[in-house]
């Protein structure tokens, strides 16, 4: 069963627009990490925030993280049409660095 | 650029059939998983690896799947005999230990 759920499962946004979407958890992470998967490609790293930090950045991307609430969420500001892809958040809840992925969630940006 | 690199990047067999997916991990991970990624269930673990001893392989059908490790630059997923259910994109991640994963392109699996 998956541990991470996306939400909303598509998005259909203006590029310059912002996208925001959550991830919520069932138990407590060691750390949660945000991958993206290109139409027919392998998953790409995004950011990695742990169970102790509350916030990161990376360029356009600001990832949120609260453990009493079991979500997160990832902000892609100023979008491209180039972020056109699917979002995936993934939970570590183990020591043994496995990882649970949620189903996704589909970002169209329109140019 | 280190990549994690999959071999074939498509199959189409018919069901029955012996198919063979290979892997060769990013030089210097310890760490290897195998995914299958479907429309009905997303991603899921198959079977991961640690300095070449496999850790867990839960998420894998038994009676037809395996997993190997013969060395350090190779992982292979088996599936004997292979079904239509098999069907999906198979990927291989290596990584190390608290650290993200790196994907590879992926095995796109028909089976007939």
């Known amino acids: 069963s998956q541990q991470g759920e996306e939400d909303p499962q598509a998005l259909s946004i203006q590029e310059g627009e912002n996208a925001t979407m959550n991830c919520s958890y069932k138990t407590s992470i060691n750390n949660l990490q945000w991958y993206r998967q290109n139409s027919g490609r392998g998953l790409v790293h995004l950011i990695l925030?742990?169970?102790?930090?509350r916030e990161k950045h990376s360029g356009r991307l600001r990832v949120t993280l609260d453990t009493s609430k079991k979500s997160s969420s990832l902000l892609i500001t100023a979008s491209r049409a180039a972020d056109t892809a699917s979002y995936f958040c993934?939970?570590?809840?183990?020591?043994?660095?496995?990882?649970?992925f949620g189903a996704g969630t589909t970002v169209t940006v329109r140019a | 650029d280190a990549r994690v690199t999959q071999t074939p990047r498509h199959k189409v067999t018919e069901m029955g059939q012996e198919v063979t997916m290979r892997c060769q991990p990013i030089?210097?991970?310890?760490?290897v998983f195998w995914y299958r990624q479907t429309m009905m269930q997303g991603l899921e673990l198959l079977a991961y690896?640690?300095?070449?001893?496999?850790?867990?392989d839960s998420g894998m059908p038994k009676d037809r799947f395996s997993a190997e490790m013969p060395d350090a630059t190779l992982a292979t997923l088996k599936i004997q005999p292979s079904e239509p259910r098999d069907s999906a994109v198979y990927f291989c991640a290596s990584g190390q230990q608290g650290d993200t994963q790196y994907f590879g392109p992926g095995t796109r699996l028909t089976v007939l």
């Open positions: 690896f640690r300095n070449r001893a496999p850790l867990d």
């Open positions: 993934a939970t570590d809840i183990s020591n043994d660095y496995k990882l649970s």
């Open positions: 030089l210097g991970h310890n760490t």
């Open positions: 925030i742990r169970s102790n930090e």
